[in-house]
């Protein structure tokens, strides 16, 4: 059974352009979340989804991030425009019930 | 939301060596799990550990959940063990993960 996937692995862009990341969870699983680490700082969280439906999105730090799981599938995390603060590794997490499955993470860097 | 404290925040190893590290959580939680991130990023699941003692391999854990802490028990590390050892614990869906202990094994 294939895990969560991330794409892409890196991301290197300069601030003020826009990036989308992608996030394809273990199949069959509902419960989808984005989690973000910044400056070496702890891993924070970002928003839950269950299936298509945003469940808890109170750690989206403002609104140039985006967040959207067309069909309760893959998600995306758009950011525009992106800031230098921005910079970080993007973890993807999914679940059906307890157990949270992290993808290997999208390294961004706004320079 | 719940605070989650790691000790040691850094620990060398000498390979073969044993070591524990702690993780307190500050409140009650329905999930704690033990990753270890590895030198290119990855986060791996060690332990779903709620309660109790589980073992794998050379790495087990334990989590009593009345005291609000987590230990993590790594026996004869081996270089590979290198990395980033988080822990992170929610109530509701939302994890909440420690600050991590980096922890170096040398040869």
């Known amino acids: 059974e294939a895990g969560v996937t991330q794409f892409p692995s890196h991301s290197v862009i300069e601030k003020g352009q826009t990036v989308t990341l992608r996030c394809d969870p273990i199949?069959?699983?509902?419960?989808l979340y984005w989690y973000r680490r910044v400056m070496g700082k702890e891993i924070k969280f970002l928003l839950h989804?269950?299936?298509?439906?945003?469940?808890?999105e109170s750690g989206m730090p403002n609104n140039r991030f985006l967040a959207e799981r067309t069909g309760g599938t893959y998600s995306t995390l758009k950011v525009q425009p992106a800031e230098l603060e921005d910079s970080g590794v993007y973890f993807c997490?999914?679940?059906?019930?307890?157990?949270?499955?992290f993808g290997p993470g999208t390294r961004l860097t706004v320079l | 939301g719940i605070q989650v404290e790691q000790s040691p925040p850094d620990l060398i190893l000498q390979e073969g060596a044993n070591s524990t590290l702690r993780c307190n959580f500050s409140?009650?939680?329905?999930?704690l799990q033990w990753f270890h991130q590895n030198p290119w990023g990855q986060l791996i699941n060690l332990f779903y550990?709620?309660?109790g003692t589980k073992q794998n391999g050379r790495l087990s854990a334990t989590t009593v959940a009345t005291e609000r802490y987590s230990l993590l028990y790594i026996s004869s590390s081996q270089t590979t063990d290198s990395g980033v050892y988080f822990c992170?614990?929610?109530?509701?869906?939302?994890?909440?993960f420690g600050t991590g202990t980096s922890l170096t094994v040398i040869p």
């Open positions: 989804f269950v299936k298509e439906s945003k469940q808890d």
């Open positions: 997490a999914s679940s059906q019930r307890n157990t949270q499955y």
């Open positions: 409140d009650s939680v329905n999930n």
């Open positions: 199949s069959g699983h509902d419960n």
């Open positions: 550990i709620p309660s």
């Open positions: 992170a614990s929610n109530t509701g869906n939302q994890f909440y």
